[in-house]
Structure formats: C-alpha cells, structure tokens
C-alpha cells in the first residue's frame, strides 16, 4: 500500500480523512466508529452521487467503497476519480465473491478488497497501510 495520493490542489497529508461510501446507514456508521476510535477523521456517505456532490474540494486521506450501491456502484466511482486525477488509496467492501468484480477493482486502482463481513481490526490495519501509518509495510505486496 502506498500513502494517500492527492489532487493537484493539495500536498497536505497530515490531516487524513476516511472517506465511506455505502448505502447501508448500519454499516456506514459502525465503519465511522471503528475508524473514529482509531483516532482518524471519518466522512460518511450514503451513496456514490452523494459523495460527488459534497465531498471536500481538496480531498486528503483514503476511500472506503461499497461495491454494490444504487446508482453508480464502488469500481465506477474509483474509475470516475481517476478519470478526473484524483486518486486516493482505495478499500473496496463487497458481501459478494465474484472473481471478475475483484479483478475489475485491482484494474481500477483498488489496494484492497475485503469481504463482508469483515473483521474490525483488518480493515483498520488495511486503512492505516493505505495512510503511511505504519512503518514497516514491506510484508505487503502492491496491488497487481
């Protein structure tokens, strides 16, 4: 994993926010628990759109997707941001096993893919990995 990228319109990585996207309000708020009780910033919203329309305009931290949403799902929003230079680590959360939607997260920037449910203490790890809080990340593998 590699630390947040940023937009052109920021080189500030000290105050990292976790961005969540997903249209289940339960899981949006216990993902916003666990990220807060981990000391972090956390951003909740309930749909991909949602986030296009209020996200901050200088964005600094990493995202956290839900793959299947109304509207525009998970992989599509990564792909949008990229299309537009933005690009921050990304965690994509899927309920669903299906080999293709994991490799078209990979193609699509995703530095990882985590099955629901999935164990508090991996996502975090996952999310601090994508931050550059850790020190020593050299047991993981870039995403292919």
Same mark, same amino acid.
């Given at each position: 994993?590699?630390?947040?990228?940023?937009?052109?319109?920021?080189?500030?990585?000290?105050?990292?926010?976790?961005?969540?996207?997903?249209?289940?309000?339960?899981?949006?708020?216990?993902?916003?628990?666990?990220?807060?009780?981990?000391?972090?910033?956390?951003?909740?919203?309930?749909?991909?759109?949602?986030?296009?329309?209020? *996200?901050?305009?200088?964005?600094?931290?990493?995202?956290?997707?839900?793959?299947?949403?109304?509207?525009?799902?998970?992989?599509?929003?990564?792909? #949008?941001?990229?299309?537009?230079?933005?690009?921050?680590?990304?965690?994509?959360?899927?309920?669903?096993?299906?080999?293709?939607?994991?490799? *078209?997260?990979?193609? &699509?920037? &995703?530095?990882?893919?985590?099955?629901?449910?999935?164990?508090?203490?991996?996502?975090? #790890?996952?999310?601090?990995?994508?931050?550059? *809080?850790?020190?020593?990340?050299? #047991?993981? &593998?870039?995403?292919?």
């Amino acid at each position: 994993m590699r630390c947040a990228a940023l937009t052109s319109e920021s080189q500030n990585t000290t105050n990292p926010t976790v961005y969540i996207i997903d249209d289940d309000p339960a899981v949006r708020d216990s993902v916003r628990m666990l990220i807060e009780s981990d000391g972090l910033a956390a951003s909740t919203f309930s749909s991909a759109e949602a986030f296009l329309n209020d *996200r901050p305009p200088v964005l600094v931290g990493c995202l956290v997707l839900d793959v299947h949403m109304p509207g525009m799902n998970g992989i599509e929003l990564l792909e #949008h941001l990229h299309a537009r230079g933005i690009h921050l680590p990304t965690i994509i959360v899927t309920a669903y096993k299906e080999e293709s939607l994991i490799k *078209r997260a990979r193609q &699509a920037g &995703a530095h990882a893919v985590v099955m629901k449910p999935f164990k508090d203490v991996e996502l975090l #790890h996952l999310i601090e990995q994508s931050l550059g *809080r850790h020190k020593n990340n050299d #047991h993981v &593998a870039p995403p292919p």
